[in-house]
Each structure stands twice: as C-alpha cells, then as structure tokens.
C-alpha cells in the first residue's frame, strides 16, 4: 500500500511539473499582438512611428518572436542603433503581446557642407541630412578630415558653453589652419586664430559688441581680429 501511495505521489507531481513546463513554454511562446514606438524625451525629428515600424519589419519578422526572446530582442536593439541617426534603443516585450520599442535620437552639433553634407553629433558620428528636418547648428563650410571634425566637435562644445557664443555664432570656416565666424547680429568677420586662450577671445568678443551696441555710428569695417593678446584689430 505505502508503495502505491508513493508511485502516485509522484506520478501527480510529475504531471504537475510537466503541466507548467508546458505552460511556461507556450507563455515564452507567444507572439506578439500590438507595437508600441515610444522616443526618449519626446524627441524624433529624424524619425516617425512609420519609420520606425519599417525599420523594425526590415531587420526581424516580429511575429514570430517569443515574448521572452531576449537574443533575439538584443539582436533587434543592435540593428536598431546600427542606423545613424539611432543614439540608443531598447525594446522590451510584456505579458500581454504588447513589443515597446524605446527610441533614442542623436543630437546634432555642426552642420558640415562641403562635397559630403551631414550633421555630426558630439560622439563625431556622421548624421544624414533631412528632407523634413534642419537642426538650428552652426554651419561649416569645408571638407574636414576626420580628426579636424573631432576639433570643430570641441570647439562646438566651448561655444555652446557660452549664451552669447550659442546664440551668436552661425559659420564657421577654417582657413590653413585659422578660425572664420559669422555672427547673427554682426556683419563683420571673427578671425578666431586657434581655439588656445578661448576664454579671452570670448570676453574680447563680447567687450566691443557690447562697444557696437552703444554707439549710434557703426564703423566701417568687414573683419575683427582676436589673435593678439589684449587687442581687438578691425579692419575693411
């Protein structure tokens, strides 16, 4: 009797462990319903939803992935950021069928136009230009190398620091190896130099516009220069 009583036992365990197994199985099976695209801070003015889903539809069949498919998932997230204008992407499946695809874009800081026009974002990766976008970032005129890029992402950075700098600054050009703005407010000509003694130029800078600003005859000039130490040369 006790060995009947044991035998069954454990037949009725087994099936219970068989019968959520298989449970579990079909519940990682399961394909998925709906999709949800959600971006990082709102943000997505290089990408929509539509382009999104086509991207998703291009580099995986999405129905056939298992709720707890988490290579495959990873595989997808990769893809994703593969696209350039992709800063991240994370994808997570819930128990209901539902696939969340959270969508990060890069931010662009320079807008190159040369023989090759694209944005550069601060990792210095080359972002396409949009038809239904344009980033409000200086412009530079020019065919940097790929090092001279890393520079002008420096220098961006040192600009954007500064309100005035940021509001201000629209061109940029290199020339042998000097810097060239345009300014919004100004129609003259920054010849920058190198990006050495950076915060002295910006006071310089700031000390004769503000100079300009409260006088009622402007001078006659098209260039300033701020190379030279504790000097501001303008010239036609």
């Known amino acids: 009797m006790k060995l009947h009583k044991y035998l069954g036992f454990f037949v009725v365990s087994f099936l219970l462990l068989g019968l959520i197994v298989v449970s579990q199985w079909r519940n990682d099976q399961r394909e998925i319903e709906r999709l949800e695209v959600i971006f990082a801070n709102d943000t997505h003015n290089f990408l929509n939803v539509e382009m999104v889903d086509k991207l998703l539809i291009q580099n995986e069949p999405l129905s056939h992935i298992g709720v707890k498919d988490t290579l495959a998932l990873s595989s997808i997230e990769a893809e994703l950021e593969a696209y350039d204008v992709i800063l991240n992407a994370e994808i997570f499946m819930s128990q209901s069928k539902l696939l969340i695809v959270r969508v990060e ?4 800081l320079l807008r190159i136009i040369g023989e090759e026009s694209f944005y550069v974002d601060l990792d210095a990766v080359k972002i396409p230009l949009s038809d239904n976008f344009s980033a409000h970032v200086p412009l530079f005129f020019g065919n940097p190398s790929d090092e001279k890029i890393k520079e002008l992402i420096v220098l961006i ?43 002295q130029k910006v006071m310089k800078l700031k000390t004769f516009c503000k100079y300009l600003d409260s006088i009622e005859e402007q001078p006659n000039f098209t260039k300033i220069n701020l190379k030279y130490y504790q000097q501001v040369i303008a010239s036609s």
């Open 105 to 108: 874009e890069r931010t662009p």
């Open 157 to 199: 950075q040192k600009v954007n620091k500064d309100e005035f700098l940021k509001s201000q600054i629209i061109e940029i050009e290199n020339q042998k190896g000097k810097y060239f703005f345009k300014m919004r407010s100004y129609d003259f000509l920054v010849e920058w130099g190198n990006l050495n003694s950076f915060d």
